[in-house]
């Protein structure tokens, strides 16, 4: 038997309003070429200027994730040529980074460690056609956070799973919008498998570029299974760095060790030293607000859901405000929660939205017995299709159900008149009859019966009140 040992390392761009070390524009989707500046395409003689806004956000995230921040790091340039690095070395932070020692702890309450949390600049964007290669330089720049893990994940699962918190802490804390489409959180894994009975770890391949939840899974799954094979073949494993096939499925060879690059890192010549003074750490600490887990935990507690219900509204932080902002106006959180996750969740991920207000209306027409579950469902998906009020729609369609209990007696006992055999039955103990009362009462109000309050006056009919 093998146990897979997995180690993450991931980078996140922090949305600041501009690039790390100049003025230009730090900006998703714009024009290529349009936010650069001798700065950020590495011209002779531009020195860089540190973004106070980025450090901010990186320690912001650094505390959010338990670590420890350094009063004092240090930047250092990575040296190496690729063609959208146009300074040919990349600012970042190698012996002295930002914050260390950190952790999240998963819902198995395992605790998966963070070695290190660095700042440094991205890089510019490759974008291969048929024609050859374009490169837009708007990215080069741009603040990434750069999380490495100790290797103390053991699975997939675990790995998506602490990718999914990370994502989220990075959203709760506003530094972030994590989306992985984007590109704005990326991440590369490292794998290797060990003998379950043995102390000694064995050879580490890495994968690059996992650029989803799912790619992430598949191609750990597939990289156990590669180096399984080879080791039970009596092969093995060689050191190097993998890329993955999206289409295939499968990882394959991008550099062995032996073409592996040397960095010849060196401090910043042009960087004094980053120095965070305690009340500047203190006030971080203090903007934090609340996080996910702290949320869940809150929603358990305060307000009695359930473990699951908790975890689901909360990993999505806008379903979570969705949530705790209609529960202001409709203050019954079970429900108000299995409305949020299920019917306006599944909207909400084909991006639809509503608004707590529509929301609250909507849940109180059917509290009061307006309309039928049911229809709210209907109704709800054309709240959030057209933006109109839930009243209004259910005016057009008119969806009203009837619940006035005097004319509801009045079809009731028709129907039970019409079919006296079977009151007979009923009343001889086929219990099962009532079904079919109910069913000619929906039929004859084309469903717009209020089922609760017939099902009451059928009770007292039927039994001869
Ligand atoms: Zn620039």
């Not at 897979?4 to 922090?14: A, M, T």
């Not at 819902?107 to 290190?116: D, H, L, M, Q, T």
């Not at 971080?284 to 307000?303: A, C, D, Q, T």
């Amino acid at each position: 038997m093998w146990e897979p040992v997995i180690g993450l390392e991931i980078h996140i761009q922090l949305q600041t309003k501009s690039k790390l070390f100049c003025s230009c524009k730090n900006s998703y989707g714009d024009p290529p070429n349009t936010n650069i500046c001798p700065v950020c395409l590495g011209h002779p003689g531009t020195l860089p200027v540190l973004n106070w806004e980025a450090v901010k956000m990186a320690t912001k995230l650094a505390t959010a994730l338990h670590c420890r921040i350094n009063p004092t790091s240090y930047f250092a340039r990575k040296n190496y040529f690729y063609p959208d690095l146009p300074k040919g070395y990349q600012i970042t932070q190698h012996k002295y980074p930002l914050a260390q020692d950190g952790y999240i702890v998963l819902r198995s309450g395992k605790k998966i460690r963070i070695e290190r949390l660095h700042l440094e600049e991205d890089s510019g964007k490759s974008i291969h056609t048929e024609e050859g290669t374009l490169i837009d330089f708007n990215r080069c720049g741009v603040p990434l956070a750069e999380i490495v893990t100790k290797p103390d994940i053991s699975s997939p699962e675990e790995a998506v799973e602490f990718l999914k918190i990370l994502r989220l802490v990075a959203i709760y804390t506003g530094v972030s919008d994590a989306d992985m489409e984007k590109g704005n959180m990326r991440c590369d894994a490292n794998l290797s498998l060990k003998p379950a009975d043995s102390g000694s770890l064995g050879v580490k391949t890495e994968v690059k570029n996992l650029n989803s939840f799912r790619f992430l899974a598949r191609a750990l799954q597939y990289e156990i299974e590669r180096q399984r094979k080879l080791l039970e073949a009596g092969g093995k494993v060689v050191q190097e760095t993998r890329g993955y096939d999206s289409h295939r499925g499968i990882t394959f060879t991008m550099r062995s060790k032996e073409e592996a690059h040397d960095y010849r890192y060196f401090p910043e010549p042009d960087l004094p030293p980053l120095v965070l003074s305690e009340e500047f750490l203190g006030k971080i600490k203090e903007g934090i607000g609340e996080l996910p887990w702290e949320k869940k935990s809150r929603f358990v507690e305060e307000l009695g859901l359930d473990e699951d219900t908790a975890w689901v509204l909360c990993g999505e932080k806008e379903m979570a405000d969705l949530f705790e902002e209609t529960l202001k106006h409709f203050p019954k959180p079970k429900e108000l929660a299995n409305w949020v996750k299920t019917e306006v969740m599944k909207l909400w991920k084909e991006g639809l939205r509503v608004t707590p207000i529509q929301l609250t209306k909507l849940l109180k027409m059917v509290e009061q017995g307006y309309i039928s579950r049911l229809k709210a469902k209907e109704v709800l998906e054309e709240v959030a299709k057209t933006g109109k009020n839930p009243e209004e729609i259910v005016e057009e369609k008119g969806l009203l159900q009837i619940s006035d209990e005097a004319s509801l007696r009045v079809i009731i006992e028709e129907v039970v008149r019409e079919f006296p055999d079977k009151v007979e039955k009923y009343r001889s103990g086929k219990k099962g009859l009532l079904g079919f009362f109910m069913g000619q009462v929906m039929r004859r109000t084309r469903g717009k019966a209020n089922p609760k309050i017939v099902n009451k006056i059928l009770g007292e009919v039927l039994n001869g009140k």
